[in-house]
């Protein structure tokens, strides 16, 4: 009877073992808001490392007339520490220091705090693809439909925004490296790119793969952010980016 016991606590540790292997870093998203006259974004992701367990948080302001970075982002990493339970604890005043490094740009910019539009589309990063050919092995969408206003039986205008992984030719560690293009149509399937596949920024990492996360809208202008994902220590790790727009 011992013995069997073993058996089943080994076999239990091991299965603990491996489902934590597979967990990977995603970062938590917090959208700050826009300017009042929509030309500036800020938003701020963070969360916990899973190599080191460190905190971390960073601050990006986009122009969204011109879809690139109006400032250098804004970073702050935390000590390392072995627990990575009680993540509020180590999180909160590292993202206190990365909103004072912060804070004059986002005045400079008119960035106002919760002045988010109408947010129009939204996934949990914990939900699965279940082999749906609009959605990432990660279970994000590659593909999402909205309205500005409406329900099923009335809406105003109707947009799909649509997400295509491009391969870079690159690999790393056996995986493929991606950038990817992004187009959005309306109900007269009338169809624009948005963001044109090339040479993957630096910054960005070694993105193995993609995925619409939320979309908000705000003075006819689209915020669109985009899950990029990379190996981890642990998993995939997700990191998030912007992608802007106007609707036309």
Known sequence: MIHIKKIVLSATIMAVVSITALAGDYAHFH?????????????????????EGQAYSSIYV???????????????????????EDEEKFSEPVRKETRQKANAQLKRFGIVDGNTGVQVAAHLINEYSNGDQNKSSEGLPLKVAFTKRGNPLYREGYWEIE???????????????????????????????????????????DATGYAIQEVF?????????????????????????AVTTRLE
């Not at 997400?163 to 009338?190: C, P, Q, R, W």
């Open 62 to 84: 986009i122009d969204t007339e011109k879809n690139l970075f109006a400032a250098s982002p804004f970073r702050t990493v935390g000590k390392r520490h072995r627990s990575m």
């Open 217 to 241: 809208l705000y003075h006819n202008r689209l915020a669109i952010f985009v899950g990029v994902f990379s190996r981890g220590w642990e998993g995939d790790d997700m990191r998030l980016m």
């Open 31 to 51: 959208f700050i808001g826009f300017s009042r006259d929509a030309r500036y974004l800020a938003f701020e992701e963070f969360g916990i490392t899973d190599y």
């Open 163 to 205: 997400l295509k992984e491009v391969a870079t030719g690159e690999e790393k560690y056996g995986e493929k490296l991606m950038s990817f293009e992004m187009t959005i149509k309306n109900e007269n399937n009338d169809m624009r790119v948005v963001q044109r596949a090339g040479k993957v920024p630096k910054d960005r990492g």
